[in-house]
């Protein structure tokens, strides 16, 4: 079953790059320079043996990191805190409402006026943007307790505090796990965002800026190409640790992929 | 061991306000087991949650052993109509059952060992180490059931227990109540509105008249033990009281004996 829907996938993946490959080497015109898959491919198994861009890889992945943890500690309590306090979350509900939806990358050029230390301002926009989903899916995730829940834990004898603890706070977790994951796509595409547009003395976005300056589009996507390798290994990891930790959710919500 | 005097609740003010209760009176033996019948919508559940201290009723006052009911008390256990919602999810089957001993002063060991012989009373000796979600409706409510019996509570109080499972796992798990009642000294209370089960399960059923709630009649039920869910069924005195216990929850007069 598996195998056979990963030799689908790994089929598709095949296609796509074939049909890339003609449509660029006999297809276009000769006016368009546009570096064929097989080049970016090749560029990108070159990187792997680049110190330049290996730090540079280094560099932004503990940006990211950093950032992500970050937003997580602030995030998930103001979460539950929030979630508890119901006349808490009416007051803030605006304020949050207006802010989610501004498209984080805005904040980069006021980050940069404000904030001179290069990688505290790069991981600060990183936080700000992560912070939302956590926040969010926590909301949710304490909204979604379930209120006989709490009533059966009461109904031993149990105050408030056990049943944060005991109830709540596990009933909530794969949502927050949930929010940590899009989080980590989000603050992925802030940590090259920040650095395409304040440079730096390295990572991936600074890596792609020089590419381009030198005309290296094969550079440039070969780079990109590594970037979206590392989102998709950290969804697919997290995707695999909700499976782990939380397969009894998985089961009450009827999920089976 | 369980006295109520005069009580009331009502849900809302103004116009709107629904009286759920009014000077209800009741008082229960040590031992006894009880079985409180009403229509839908009779406050059942109400006066279940003012006893188990989940709610603050409006009016009068709940006495357990003497003790004013202020809060959630110590010595009591409750099983929900629903669960699947009752079980947590995220813990094992003897978790389940073990989590409440924990304000006991009990070590680990000895809530494991607990919480595994109130499995085996229930008949699911094997099931700890499953997941609720596992085990079917009936398996679920037994959980339930047993962890509130590893409790060792002096009052049980059961809400509408087996309004969620079929009819042969429903008598199956009437007789089970007989069953646990004989090996532990406690007191029930069994809220239903299913009027057979009132009279099969109880020492003394009591019915209460539609909302605003208060009791309309009080009966002892005098049958041989150990009941049956056949032989009990088809004697006379059964007939007779579940059709008197009939009468008084549709409204009308009690039949001259």
Redesign the interface.
Known sequence: MISARILRGVAGVAGFLIVGELTIRFGLTDDVVFPPPSLVLWEAMGLLADPVFLSGVAITLTNWALGLIASVVIAVPLGVLLGSLASVERATRPLLEFLRPIPSVAIIPLAILLIPVDSMMKVSVIVYASLWPVLINTLYGMHDVDPLAKESLRSFGFGAIDVLRRVSLPSAAPFMLTGVRIAAGIALILAVSAELLAGGTGGIGVFVIQAGSGNRTDLILAATFWAGIIGMVANSLLVLAERRLFHWHQARTGATT | MLEISNLSHVYGSGPGAHHAIEGLNLSVAEGELLCIVGPSGAGKSTLLRSI?G?IQPTGGEVRIEGKLVK????N???V?Q?YS???????SVADNVA??LR?KKMDKQQRRAAAQEALESVGLAEAGKK?P??LSGGMQQRVAIARALA?RPALM?MDEPFGSVDAQTREDLEDLVLQVRGHHKMTIVLITHDIDESVYVGDRVVVLSKAPAHVVGDLKVELASPRDQITTREHSDFVHLRAEVGRLVRGLERTPA
Do not use: E, G, K, N
């Not at chain 2, 809060?71 to 110590?74: E, K, L, R």
């Open positions: 188990a989940l809060q959630t008390p110590d009591l256990a409750v929900f629903d919602r009752s079980l947590f999810p995220w813990m989590l409440p304000r997941y979600f596992q409790y109080l």
